[in-house]
């Protein structure tokens, strides 16, 4: 079947077959991307590669399958680190077996390191840069209209004259995106929980080591935006019409406050949607035991992901993400007694880091275990570029 646009989930890598973190995910952006062009006459479809190749079809079958769809256009997503080798490859590849294809990459971390894949990579075409739902439409344009790229805004290229980087033009009122679905992924896989696209731009925390904050700036959106709560239970609808019923939130939407996200559940009520499970990332922020009960009555099952980071406030006062940690383990248990399932997320090798302050960690740790959070994930600090301990890495002690 025709598509115009093929976006390619990559692996981490083709030649290792069990990376350390898994690879079943597919970025919200690809969905909005491809909801978003079926909206100007574009048909779209996402390629899976990892759920392809762990059901059993061949590298050769997935080409087949994407020369099936004759592409105008074929974007590789890269938002995720750790997939950058998989993506290059799978460009590699795609150069090869579609020589005259427009062949994109695009994504949060695409966008971070524009450039220099730009200019190292001679099997892509260019980069769609930050928010791309615009970009893709008129890169589309350009191509089923023979138009030169130069126009396409949002797209790092190279020709004989060197490189070129246009700014992305992004959609202002996020409620006039089309609700998206899981359905547009090829193969057809069951997903057994959404992600939900809530807030996009430059988040108000602005943690010194995170990167969010920083790409959310490069891709065009200065302002914190966010979907209406009403959108927002319309598009939950939809995936419950799709036969999924687990919704996560991994974007920092509980950032807006109690009253917006008690508006949300408000929302979701008043649609009659029943979840099997919700799942909402949270900073340390403290709630309401009316705010719990309400959570409680969208969902059979209530998670909360909790980035703590450290237990020691000198630590935390470095990396600007103060809270008290007697407030925070009463607020636990509040939520606990409610029914919710708390999870922990925590860092290593943070700025003032010492063994005295790992100690706190380990301390506090086991108190948030006792009050009945459980640990889900450590990892240790990385250094992204453009964040704040990268660009003054003297003032939080870190050797860059």
């Not at 959570?295 to 809270?323: H, K, M, P, Q, T």
Request: charged residues 20%.
């Amino acid at each position: 079947m025709k598509r115009n646009l093929v976006l390619v989930q990559p692996v981490a890598s083709f030649e290792n077959d069990f990376p350390v973190l898994p690879q079943d995910a597919v970025g919200i952006g690809m969905l909005t991307i491809i909801s978003y062009v079926g909206k100007f006459g574009y048909s779209g479809e996402i390629v899976h590669i990892p759920n392809a190749l762990s059901q059993g079809l061949s590298l050769s079958s997935i080409i087949a399958h994407i020369r099936d769809c004759d592409p105008d256009v074929i974007g590789i997503g890269l938002n995720w680190l750790h997939f950058s080798k998989g993506a290059l490859e799978a460009a590699k590849i795609f150069r090869q077996s579609f020589p005259n294809k427009v062949i994109v990459i695009g994504g949060q971390h695409a966008t971070l390191f524009v450039k220099s894949i730009v200019l190292s990579c001679p099997d892509i075409t260019g980069i769609t840069i930050g928010e791309s739902e615009i970009t893709y439409c008129k890169l589309l344009d350009a191509v089923t209209m023979n138009l030169p790229i130069e126009s396409v805004p949002g797209l790092a290229f190279i020709d004989n004259h060197g490189y070129h980087e246009s700014s992305p033009i992004i959609v202002e009122d996020l409620d006039t995106f089309p609700f998206y679905s899981y359905r547009n992924i090829w193969p057809e896989t069951k997903t057994e929980c959404a992600a939900l696209d809530t807030v996009r731009g430059t988040c108000p925390k602005n943690c010194p080591y995170c990167i969010e904050s920083k790409t959310n700036t490069l891709q065009g959106r200065m302002r914190f935006s966010h979907h209406s709560p009403e959108y927002l239970a319309r598009q939950i609808e939809v995936f419950v019409s799709d036969g999924i019923s687990s919704v996560t939130i991994q974007d920092p939407v509980t950032l807006l406050g109690e009253t917006f996200l008690t508006r949300v559940c408000e929302a979701i009520l008043d649609h009659k949607i029943k979840l099997t499970l919700l799942n909402l990332f949270v900073e340390p922020h403290l709630f309401s035991n009316d705010f719990f009960t309400l959570l409680c009555n969208c969902a059979d099952r209530v998670v909360l992901d909790y980035g703590i980071e450290s237990g020691s406030y000198d630590v935390l006062r470095l990396s600007d993400r103060l809270f008290s940690k007697e407030l925070l383990l009463e607020n636990f248990k509040q939520a606990i007694a409610s029914g919710i399932k708390i999870l922990t997320w925590w860092m290593v090798g943070m700025p003032g880091e010492t063994k005295e302050t790992i100690d706190e960690t380990f301390q506090f740790m086991a108190q948030t275990v006792h009050a009945g959070a459980l640990p889900r994930w450590v990892t240790p600090l990385i250094l992204f570029p453009q964040t704040d301990m990268a660009n003054d890495a003297d003032k939080y002690g870190i050797t860059n």
